[in-house]
């Protein structure tokens, strides 16, 4: 799988979830953060489409509410 189809299935996991939750935000800065989650994650060698959208989702929350504790260990299905 290229990483373009890794980025975009990973990015759609994670703004899903999100979106379902209600947690999701204005859609461009919802976006960006997302995503910048995921490049940093690629630049850590990262490529599991899981992986990369899960840790999205923690980079968001804790974007959102800062005081919120990273790395739970609440189940995620995308």
Known sequence: MSIRCTVESAFFIAWSCLEQSGELGPPDESANVILDAIEAQLKTGERRQLMLANKAIDAYRAHV??????????ARFG
């Open 65 to 74: 509410d800062p005081h919120r504790p990273s790395g739970g260990r609440e």
